[in-house]
């Protein structure tokens, strides 16, 4: 049979399969990004809820109230007047109770078992959500290619979460404590908000086709990823030092501002407790001068990124991190109203919610500084 002659301009091998989906890194897939995006989605929204009531059950010194571990049974409260006189005697014998407590209504008692156990039930939740997910999309062979492992680590680190949050309340039923060692505190919550940027970095990233971000990556902004990058550790850093704060109650010593105690601007006599190196963690104007410190290097830091993301030529790189930047602002205002009102409980809640929008915010800057959206001649973004 003879064959059509071919047209001057016709490419050659075209063929009626040419208008196949093109070869490359995402050809034949299947998957569920926008299903997975949803569950992850799902999972950040819980994760954050449990960091807030985290701090709520910190602020109202309810999180040494269930002294004992048991992940499965534990997620049946008592139900009756003789178990909750046994829960009740349970915390009777710890030194929270005998050094501060003493003489609580079973009343009492109960407000502040409720927001232990409801921050243990939301862990428990966590781990069923992500399990569910995890395993439905792994059935069902739905998980894009190389992101398996990816998704895994997530529940891992909640699986460690998990543990690390009896170790730190292990610590304040130890003799002579009346709340958890503020180091482990610390270690607690910044694995919290390890797991939070992963599953918004996951987020973004799924948003889009490997194709897609490998071919924006070359229009990438190098030394502004770099800066983000650098404002990101700070910020965590910050997280940390707050948790310090937290954990000794350092927010509540010194309502003032700019100065530490309505005279000086250093604290007063920092380096009282032996041995030295105990002070950067126990002496609460030595935390609270220090976590001072770093909000404004965070904020100098930002003024720098600032004049570095004005010479950004993609409109949303600039955004986001204008965004970001904001935020930090509206961060560190925060914090000197949290600190000059002894911390009352709305004002420091807000405050940590603060700290979750800020490292959102700075991821999503960040990630569009290596993945932007570069406009094309008509004004599309590609």
Not at 184 to 198: E, M, S, T
Request: proline share 4%.
């Amino acid at each position: 049979m003879a064959q059509k002659p071919r047209a001057i301009f016709e490419e050659v091998g075209s063929t009626q399969k040419a208008a196949a989906a093109p070869g490359g890194i995402d050809r034949g897939r299947r998957d569920a990004r926008g299903a997975i995006r949803i569950w992850l989605a799902v999972l950040f929204l819980l994760v954050v809820a449990m960091v807030l009531i985290g701090g709520l059950t910190r602020l109202t010194d309810s999180g040494l109230s269930i002294t004992e571990w048991n992940p499965v049974s534990g997620a049946l409260p008592p139900t009756d007047a003789a178990a909750w006189d046994e829960e009740f005697a349970k915390y009777q014998a710890s030194p929270q109770y005998e050094i501060l407590n003493r003489g609580m209504a079973l009343s009492e008692f109960k407000t502040i078992y409720w927001w232990e156990w409801s921050h243990r039930q939301l862990g428990r939740l966590v781990g069923l959500v992500w399990a569910a997910g995890f395993l439905v999309f792994l059935a069902t062979r739905r998980i894009p290619p190389g992101w398996t492992g990816r998704l895994l680590a997530i529940g891992v680190l909640g699986g460690i979460q998990g543990a690390i949050g009896w170790w730190m309340v292990a610590s304040g039923l130890e003799a002579g404590m009346t709340s958890v060692a503020s180091y482990r505190l610390a270690v607690h919550l910044g694995l919290a908000f390890g797991i939070l940027g992963a599953i918004a970095w996951f987020w973004l990233r799924l948003a889009r086709r490997e194709s897609d971000l490998l071919q924006a990556r070359r229009s990438g902004e190098k030394r502004l990823f770099g800066m983000l990058t650098g404002l990101l550790h700070l910020t965590f850093l910050q997280i940390l030092i707050g948790a310090l704060v937290a954990g000794i109650d350092a927010g509540r010593a010194f309502p003032h501002w700019p100065t530490m105690d309505g005279r000086s601007l250093l604290p007063p006599d920092p380096f009282t407790i032996t041995p030295l190196w105990r002070n950067f963690f126990e002496d609460a104007g030595l935390v609270q001068f220090i976590h001072r410190l770093v909000a404004y290097l965070i904020l100098a830091f930002a003024i720098g990124i600032l004049m570095r993301a004005r010479k950004s030529p993609h409109a949303h790189s600039r955004g986001a991190t204008y965004a970001a930047l904001a935020m930090v602002l509206v961060q560190a205002v925060l914090g000197i109203v949290t600190a000059i009102y002894s911390a009352p409980v709305a004002l420091a809640s807000l405050h940590q919610l603060g700290a979750v929008v800020t490292i959102c915010l700075i991821l999503r800057a960040r990630f569009f500084a290596r993945y932007p959206l570069v406009a094309s001649i008509r004004g599309a973004t590609r």
